[in-house]
């Protein structure tokens, strides 16, 4: 097993997808529009949002005026994000463009710790 180190500043990639999706759902964007006011790629986006990816710095200098808070805060709130960020299921899975029902079955997969 893999010994997990934190590095300094560096949050989870989870955290980050919470904090995306929640700036997109309150301004109402989907990932296409999202990517599109980013100027990044839609795969981008969609990475970032299942957490398989964190955003790069200069993608967080683009994102930081967007979201009306500095890059140190953009930092911050994204470290804070899962504790802060409730997010409706059903909405989750509109954004991700999945049944609901298979959403909720790989949930509680995961917290059983099964593999998928």
Do not use: C
Request: no cysteine; proline share 7%; charged share 20%.
């Amino acid at each position: 097993m893999r010994s997990k180190i934190k590095k300094p500043g560096v949050y989870p990639k989870a955290k980050w997808a919470a904090y995306i999706r929640s700036w997109m759902t309150k301004e109402g964007l989907s990932p296409l529009a999202a990517a599109a006011r980013l100027h990044i790629t839609h795969s981008a986006i969609h990475n970032w949002i299942m957490g398989h990816t964190r955003p790069p710095a200069t993608a967080l200098y683009r994102m930081a005026p967007l979201m009306g808070v500095s890059v140190e805060e953009l930092q911050v709130n994204a470290s804070r994000s899962i504790d802060m960020v409730t997010v409706p299921l059903q909405e989750i899975a509109d954004l991700i463009k999945v049944p609901v029902e298979r959403l909720a079955a790989f949930i509680s997969t995961e917290r059983r710790g099964e593999a998928a």
